[in-house]
Nanobody
Framework: QVQLVESGGGLVQPGGSLRLACAASGRIFRVNFMNWYRQAPGKERELVAASGGTTDYADSVKGRFTISRDNAKNTVYLQMNSLKPEDTAVYYC???????????????WGQGTQVTVSS
């Protein structure tokens, strides 16, 4: 009933920038939060940036990444600057959404988008 569609991933050189976007669509009543996670090969998924009542960032990306939301479009963005090879991962959009068929928020995930930082 609710889908998260991501875009913006790709190959970028160290020091470069990318902007990820994730749009929630479907029978949406309210979006409570939208976050970005990432998972590198062989590693656990980690929270990169959170946007709910407040914003929060992993220490490893603080000062380089910026999360923002367009509430009218139910879209979250992740501006990634000064990218490093260790930022290479699959980046996932995560949202808590109240849809029109259920009165409690459900946790939704996007399909993931690959970000590769390499020269």
């Amino acid at each position: 009933q609710v889908q998260l569609v991501e875009s913006g991933g790709g190959l970028v050189q160290p020091g470069g920038s990318l902007r990820l976007a994730c749009a929630a669509s479907g029978r949406i009543f309210r979006v409570n939060f939208m976050n970005w996670y990432r998972q590198a090969p062989g590693k656990e998924r980690e929270l990169v940036a959170a946007s709910g009542g407040t914003t929060d960032y992993a220490d490893s990306v603080k000062g380089r990444f910026t999360i923002s939301r367009d509430n009218a479009k139910n879209t979250v963005y992740l501006q990634m600057n000064s990218l490093k090879p260790e930022d290479t991962a699959v980046y996932y959009c995560n949202a808590g959404v109240i849809d029109l068929s259920y009165y409690r928020a459900k946790d939704y995930w996007g399909q993931g988008t690959q970000v590769t930082v390499s020269s």
